[in-house]
């Protein structure tokens, strides 16, 4: 799963300090540490640790979700997800809803397993690590991973060897981690600042971050390529790839906050 200290729960710095120390308790891999685990369905406990989860859903998980089920966002968003805020920001972060049974199942599971697995999102694919991140002296992202050992998982038994690096590249974590870090990072950002996000923000946050598909009539209605500069072969992509478009929508909302990007600029 990924593991960072907003995803505890929203609004709720009790709950932060909550999974702070709870990372800090667990065992750490070191470069090139390894650890033995595997999932599959012959594994005893296949399928039990996807029931009540608070999984927060990442702007690129909900891209991801949505496109493999082939869903607008409106009707994603509303049958799929409850959006809350990160805690000391305001910033919208979308929870997966759990299924109403009595055990709270991930809407996605079947008896079979995961039945958006291609799609699934970086939480399940990182598991059994927990990954953490911080930003050094220059900028850069640096990662921090824990092994989530729990009780009932018996895929600690199997006998394939990982570092944690080799996990993550077998997972297909590297857009996921791109995505998430890229928006962690303006949070982290807004956060330093003494900035306040009004409800006009947080409404344009969750459009650019989380409904692509509808971000894109937003930029046409309101000649938004006119209004930065952008070379004509990008924006030709910006309106024809999500991922691409979730990548500027980042760099607009930067440029939307803070007055900068270091990759977006208005028009003169």
Same mark, same amino acid.
């Given at each position: 799963m990924f593991v960072d200290p907003h995803d505890a729960g929203p609004d709720d710095d009790s709950a932060v300090q909550d999974t702070l120390e709870y990372l800090e308790s667990l065992p750490q891999l070191a470069d090139g540490d390894t650890?033995?685990?595997?999932?599959?369905?012959?594994?005893?406990?296949?399928?039990?640790?996807?029931?009540?989860?608070?999984?927060?859903?990442?702007?690129?998980?909900?891209?991801?979700?949505?496109?493999?089920l082939g869903m607008d966002s409106t009707a994603f968003i509303k049958e799929y997800t409850v959006i809350e805020q990160y805690p000391?920001?305001?910033?919208?972060? &979308?929870?997966?809803?759990?299924?109403?049974?009595i055990?709270?199942?991930?809407?996605?599971? +079947?008896? %079979?397993?995961?039945?958006?697995?291609?799609?699934? +999102?970086?939480?399940?694919?990182?598991?059994?690590?927990?990954?953490?991140?911080?930003?050094?002296?220059?900028?850069?992202v640096v990662e921090q991973f824990v092994i989530v050992q729990e009780d009932h998982c018996k895929g600690f038994a199997e006998s394939k060897k990982w570092t944690a690096q080799e996990w993550l590249k077998d997972q297909g974590l590297e857009e996921y981690n791109y995505f998430a870090d890229r928006y962690m990072s303006i949070i982290s950002r807004f956060i330093d600042t003494d900035l306040e996000l009004t409800q006009q923000r947080i409404q344009?946050?969750?459009?650019?971050?989380?409904?692509?598909?509808?971000?894109?009539?937003?930029?046409?209605?309101?000649?938004?390529?006119?209004?930065?500069?952008?070379?004509? %072969?990008?924006?030709?992509?910006?309106?024809?790839d999500e991922k691409e478009r979730?990548?500027?929508?980042?760099?607009?909302? %930067?440029?939307? &906050?803070?007055?900068?990007?270091?990759?977006?600029s208005h028009t003169a």
């Open positions: 650890f033995t685990f595997a999932c599959h369905p012959g594994v005893s406990c296949f399928n039990a640790c996807c029931r009540d989860l608070n999984m927060p859903l990442s702007p690129y998980d909900v891209l991801r979700l949505r496109q493999g000391n920001s305001g910033f919208p972060v &979308l929870f997966l809803k759990m299924s109403d049974n055990e709270q199942e991930c809407p996605f599971l +079947s008896k %079979e397993g995961c039945t958006v697995y291609e799609h699934r +999102s970086a939480a399940c694919r990182t598991y059994p690590l927990g990954r953490a991140t911080h930003l050094d002296e220059d900028g850069a344009m946050a969750l459009l650019a971050f989380y409904q692509l598909d509808h971000f894109k009539g937003f930029m046409e209605d309101m000649n938004l390529m006119d209004r930065v500069n952008v070379p004509k %072969e990008r924006r030709e992509k910006i309106m024809t979730l990548l500027f929508a980042m760099e607009w909302m %930067e440029l939307i &906050l803070f007055g900068a990007s270091t990759t977006l």
